[in-house]
């Protein structure tokens, strides 16, 4: 069973466009996280929601918009995109939103901006 | 003030030898440190923590040392083998109880045979 799992793998878009990630955790857990991974691999928090609630707001373009439709699930919305936009995106949840609660991370979508 | 600085950014063993990565942070509100590793492809996973109220902390092969009035803290890895190659990340929590963690750089771990 996948604990963290991210839609799709892949994504390859042209500029200017809309997409949609999607990420669902079958873990129970309450919190859960988006990161952006660059091309240097450094990992920067992005988002993070607690029982649907937005409790971090990272300094993040507004073209990105984060949408949790319940405590499973987070999707992210990114529009207009742009070629700095090309990295891997990680969702990750916790139990809770200490930061002593393990964050379990999901496989990662590779999104290529053309 | 709200960065982790790691290093090496590379580092190649031999098997059976110590790998040891290092990090240093400024902002003395941090109070929670944990590592992760990552193998390629996958997403990272939490490897190990400490809080600045211990010296020193082990699991298994992995061991964190940590030195609060130097900010420094470090990941020790005994006995490495080929299986630990993969990239390791330090981290740590601004003293908010958000679960925001400010990540260092990233350290690629290689271990030959």
């Known amino acids: 069973d996948t604990a963290v799992s991210q839609t799709p793998k892949y994504l390859v878009t042209q500029m200017g466009n809309d997409k949609s990630i999607k990420c669902e955790q079958n873990?129970?857990?309450?919190?859960m996280y988006w990161y952006k991974q660059d091309s240097k691999k450094f990992l920067k928090i992005m988002f993070s929601?607690?029982?649907?609630?937005?409790?971090i707001n990272e300094t993040v373009p507004n073209r990105f918009s984060p949408k949790s439709p319940d405590k499973a699930h987070l999707n992210l919305h990114i529009n207009s995109l742009e070629l700095g936009d090309s990295a891997v995106y990680f969702c990750?949840?916790?139990?809770?939103?200490?930061?002593?609660?393990?964050?379990?991370f999901g496989p990662g979508t590779r999104l290529t901006v053309t | 003030q709200q960065q982790v600085k790691q290093s090496p950014q590379s580092l190649i063993v031999q098997k059976g030898g110590i790998s040891i990565i290092n990090c240093a942070y400024e902002?003395?509100?941090?109070?929670?440190f944990p590592w992760y590793q990552q193998f390629p492809g996958k997403g990272p996973a939490l490897l190990i923590a400490?809080?600045?109220?211990?010296s020193e902390k082990k699991e298994g092969r992995f061991t964190i040392s940590f030195n609060k009035s130097a900010k420094q803290f470090s990941l020790h890895i005994m006995d490495s083998q080929p299986g630990d190659s993969a990239t390791y990340f330090c981290?740590?929590?601004?003293?908010?109880?958000?679960?925001?963690?400010?990540f260092g750089q990233g350290t690629t771990l290689q271990v030959k045979p």
């Open positions: 400490i809080r600045p109220d211990v």
């Open positions: 929601y607690n029982n649907k609630e937005l409790i």
């Open positions: 990750a949840s916790s139990q809770g939103q200490g930061a002593s609660y393990e964050q379990y």
């Open positions: 981290a740590a929590n601004p003293g908010s109880n958000t679960g925001k963690l400010i």
């Open positions: 902002n003395t509100a941090f109070d929670y």
């Open positions: 873990l129970g857990h309450d919190t």
